[in-house]
C-alpha cells in the first residue's frame, strides 16, 4: 500500500512538473487591460474571469481601465499606458493598414452582438439604409466596432460614412439619455442598452448580430468580436503571459456556457444591471449564443473579417493586410482542450509515451510543441 502511494505521489509530481515545464511562469506577472465599455456582454468573459479569480490562478495582477468605447482603450495601448486591449478584431486590421502590427489571441464572442436601431418618429417610412443619409447616429465611441457595424451597414446601400454623423454616446445610461432625449436618430449600441430602449418603445431595430445567424445574415459569414489582442511584440516577448490570460479568459468563456442565468447575476457587479435585474436577465438570454464557448477564433471568421473590412473602413486595402499576423491560436490549459490539441497535432507527437498510463503528461508535451509551432508561424 505504502509502494502504491508513493507511485501515486511521484506520478502526480511529475504531471504537475511536465505542466510547469509545458507553459511555464508569466514573463510579465502585472498586466493592465484596456476595454471600452466593460459592462456591456460584449465583454462579459473579461468581467467573469476578474470577479472569479481565474486571471489570479494564472499567476497574473490583472489592472482593468474601462472607458467609453473600444477606439479609446486601443489609443491606450497604442499610446503605451496600458498592454493588452479587450476589444473588437477588426481592430488588428485597421492598425495593420497604419503599420502597426497587432494580434488577436483569444476570443471572447464569435458574434458581434451590436445592434442597430432607429428612433421611433425615424422609423416610420424607413425602407432602406439610404433612408439614413444624414442622421445623427450615436456610438459607443467614434472609430469604435458599433461604428463600423453603422459604415458597413450603410455601405451596403452606397452611403458614405461622410452621409452621416456619428456621436460618442458610451454604453450605458448616457446612450439611453441620448436616444430617448431625442439627441440622436438612430443607435449601434449593445446590450443591455439595447434590450432596454427596445423594450421601453424607443427604437425599432433594423440590424441585429445578437445571434450567429443574424451576423451571417448583416456578414455573409461568421464574424469575430471581442478578443484580446496586443501589439505582437508584446505578444512574442511575453509568450507564457498570452498564455496566461488565454487561459483565464477560456476558462470564463467556458463558465458561461455552463453557468444559469441567476449565476450570471450574482456574479457581475450592481452597476452592469442598469436597475433592472429582470432586463440583464432577458438580455443575456438573447446575447447567450454569441458569446465564444472555447476562446479560438476561427479561420472562416478571419477571412470573414478581411472581406468586408473595406466597408468597415474605406481606407483600408485589404490585399495589403496579412491575415496571419491579425490572429493566432494559442493552445489551451486543461485536459480536454490539451487532448483535442494533441489529437489535431499527432503527426508531430513524441516517439514514445503517447500510450502510457500517465496520458495527461504526454497530452502536454504534445501541447507544448504544437504552441511553439504555432508561435512560429
Same mark, same amino acid.
Given at each position: ?5 508513493s507511485a ?5 509530481w511529475s504531471?504537475?512538473? &511536465?505542466?510547469?515545464?509545458? +507553459?511555464g ?5 502585472? $498586466?493592465?487591460i484596456? $476595454?471600452?465599455?466593460?459592462a456591456a ?10 470577479q472569479?479569480g481565474?486571471f ?7 489592472q482593468? &481601465? ?6 479609446q ?10 498592454d493588452?486591449v479587450?476589444?473588437?478584431y ?8 497604419? /503599420?502597426?502590427?497587432?494580434?488577436a489571441?483569444? +476570443?471572447q464572442?464569435r458574434a ?9 418618429? @425615424?422609423?416610420?417610412?424607413? &425602407?432602406?439604409?439610404? %433612408?439614413m443619409?444624414?442622421?445623427?447616429i450615436?456610438? &459607443? ?10 459604415? !458597413? ?6 452611403l458614405?460614412?461622410s ?7 458610451g #454604453?450605458?445610461?448616457g446612450?439611453?439619455?441620448?436616444m430617448k ?18 423594450q421601453?418603445g424607443d427604437?425599432?431595430i433594423?440590424?441585429d448580430t @445578437?445571434?450567429l445567424?443574424?451576423?451571417e +445574415?448583416? !456578414?455573409?459569414?461568421?464574424m ?15 509568450p507564457?503571459?498570452? +498564455?496566461?490570460?488565454t /487561459?483565464?479568459?477560456? @476558462?470564463? %468563456? ?6 444559469s442565468p ?15 435585474r429582470?432586463l440583464?436577465l !432577458?438580455s443575456?438570454?438573447? $446575447?447567450?449564443e ?9 479561420d ?20 495589403s ?10 493552445c489551451q ?6 487532448q483535442?490539441t494533441? #489529437?489535431?497535432c @499527432?503527426?508531430h507527437r ?10 495527461k503528461?504526454?497530452w502536454?508535451r504534445?501541447?507544448?510543441?504544437a504552441?511553439?509551432?504555432e508561435?512560429?508561424a
Amino acid at each position: 500500500m505504502r509502494n502504491l502511494v508513493s507511485a501515486l505521489v511521484a506520478i502526480a509530481w511529475s504531471m504537475t512538473a &511536465s505542466v510547469a515545464i509545458a +507553459q511555464g511562469l508569466p514573463e510579465k506577472s502585472k $498586466v493592465h487591460i484596456a $476595454v471600452g465599455g466593460k459592462a456591456a456582454f460584449y465583454y462579459l468573459p473579461l468581467t467573469i474571469a476578474e470577479q472569479l479569480g481565474y486571471f489570479k490562478a494564472e499567476g497574473l495582477e490583472v489592472q482593468i &481601465s474601462d472607458f467609453a468605447g473600444g477606439s479609446q482603450a486601443l489609443r491606450a495601448v497604442v499610446g503605451g499606458s496600458a498592454d493588452v486591449v479587450s476589444g473588437a478584431y477588426e481592430h488588428t486590421f485597421n492598425l495593420q493598414s497604419k /503599420n502597426q502590427i497587432f494580434q488577436a489571441f483569444v +476570443q471572447q464572442g464569435r458574434a458581434p452582438m451590436i445592434v442597430i436601431g432607429l428612433a421611433g418618429s @425615424r422609423a416610420r417610412g424607413f &425602407s432602406s439604409a439610404k %433612408d439614413m443619409k444624414g442622421m445623427k447616429i450615436g456610438v &459607443s465611441a467614434p472609430g469604435s466596432s458599433t461604428n463600423m457595424v453603422v459604415n !458597413f451597414f450603410i455601405a451596403k446601400e452606397g452611403l458614405k460614412p461622410s452621409d452621416v454623423s456619428i456621436i460618442g454616446v458610451g #454604453t450605458g445610461s448616457g446612450a439611453i439619455a441620448a436616444m430617448k432625449g431625442g439627441q440622436i436618430d438612430a443607435i449601434s449600441n449593445l446590450d443591455p442598452v439595447m434590450t432596454k430602449l427596445e423594450q421601453d418603445g424607443d427604437i425599432k431595430i433594423i440590424a441585429d448580430t @445578437r445571434t450567429l445567424k443574424g451576423a451571417e +445574415q448583416l !456578414f455573409g459569414g461568421p464574424m469575430p468580436a471581442g478578443c484580446l489582442y496586443a501589439p505582437i511584440e508584446f505578444v512574442r516577448k511575453n509568450p507564457n503571459t498570452v +498564455q496566461a490570460l488565454t /487561459n483565464a479568459i477560456v @476558462r470564463a %468563456d467556458k463558465w458561461i456556457q455552463r453557468a444559469s442565468p441567476q449565476e450570471i447575476l450574482k456574479t457581475v457587479p450592481e452597476t452592469y444591471l442598469l436597475g433592472d435585474r429582470a432586463l440583464y436577465l !432577458f438580455s443575456f438570454s438573447k $446575447v447567450r449564443e454569441a458569446l465564444s464557448p472555447d476562446g479560438y477564433i476561427s479561420d472562416a471568421g478571419a477571412k470573414t473579417t478581411l472581406r468586408v473590412i473595406k466597408d468597415f473602413n474605406p481606407d483600408i486595402k485589404p490585399e495589403s493586410i496579412k491575415l496571419k499576423l491579425t490572429y493566432q491560436r494559442v493552445c489551451q490549459e486543461g485536459e480536454r482542450e490539451v487532448q483535442v490539441t494533441a #489529437t489535431k497535432c @499527432r503527426r508531430h507527437r513524441p516517439r514514445t509515451g503517447w500510450d502510457h498510463a500517465g496520458v495527461k503528461g504526454d497530452w502536454i508535451r504534445v501541447r507544448a510543441l504544437a504552441t511553439a509551432r504555432e508561435r512560429s508561424a
